[in-house]
């Protein structure tokens, strides 16, 4: 399957604790985001790499999410003391990008329930 | 004034039937338009794009664009009941991240 995979697909923590979350995007594709979905909303823009660099964060990001893409491959997200407003499905889309055209897809999502 | 706006729905339409589902934005400057596909409890799918006024045919889907007017639709023909999901619209307004509606959600019923 070529398609993006994100790890785990479930998670269950309890508040404050810390998570982390994988992507792994299309092999070819160069550019890799993150979103947040919650019920009857859609996808909020969090973040996005281009190869390693992230290039832009979203001013809804705030100081306890972090993501990294190192060697500009898979990519993590992670959120420090986690509060039950962080309760959502974590979206990681990529695309291969030029100009402006940028057609995304979407992994199949890592749905966080913060008790 | 939300950036992408969509009627929430439900939109119900009878099996074989046309589905018309509408989207404005608000950015003059959005370069490009989306419609994904997602049903219930599973990650968003992409269905269409379009960049230019006018109509883009994929199957039996249409998806229809006038800048003029800010305002993308998509049109399915001959409707299956497997074609129940929720719709989103998604604009790239000339930066990285896109923009999505809240989705219209769509049953067809047999």
């Known amino acids: 399957d070529t398609g993006v995979s994100q790890d785990p697909r479930h998670k269950i923590t309890k508040r404050g604790q810390n998570v982390t979350f994988r992507c792994d995007p299309i092999s070819e594709h160069n550019r890799l985001y993150w979103y947040r979905q919650t019920l009857g909303q859609g996808p909020e823009f969090l973040t996005y790499?281009?190869?390693?660099?992230?290039?832009?964060k979203s001013r809804l990001l705030s100081d306890r999410f972090s993501a990294e893409r190192p060697k500009g491959s898979f990519s993590t997200l992670e959120i420090q003391r986690t509060e039950q407003g962080d309760s959502a499905m974590y979206l990681c889309?990529?695309?291969?990008?030029?100009?402006?055209?940028?057609?995304?897809?979407f992994g199949p999502g890592t749905r966080l329930t913060v008790l | 004034q939300k950036e992408v706006e969509q009627n929430s729905g439900p939109l119900s339409v009878p099996e074989g039937a046309i589905a018309s589902l509408n989207c404005t934005y608000s950015?003059?400057?959005?370069?490009?338009f989306f419609w994904y596909r997602q049903y219930s409890g599973k990650s968003p799918e992409l269905i269409m794009f379009i960049y230019s006024n006018g109509d883009k045919e994929d199957g039996r889907f249409t998806a229809q664009l006038n800048k003029a007017s800010q305002y993308v639709s998509l049109l399915i023909r001959d409707s299956q009941p497997s074609d129940s999901a929720t719709y989103l619209c998604?604009?790239?307004?000339?930066?990285?991240?896109?923009?999505f509606g809240a989705g219209t959600r769509l049953t067809v019923k047999p």
């Open positions: 950015d003059r400057g959005s370069q490009s």
């Open positions: 889309a990529s695309s291969f990008a030029e100009g402006s055209y940028n057609e995304q897809f």
């Open positions: 998604a604009v790239n307004q000339g930066r990285e991240d896109m923009r």
């Open positions: 790499f281009q190869n390693e660099a992230q290039l832009e």
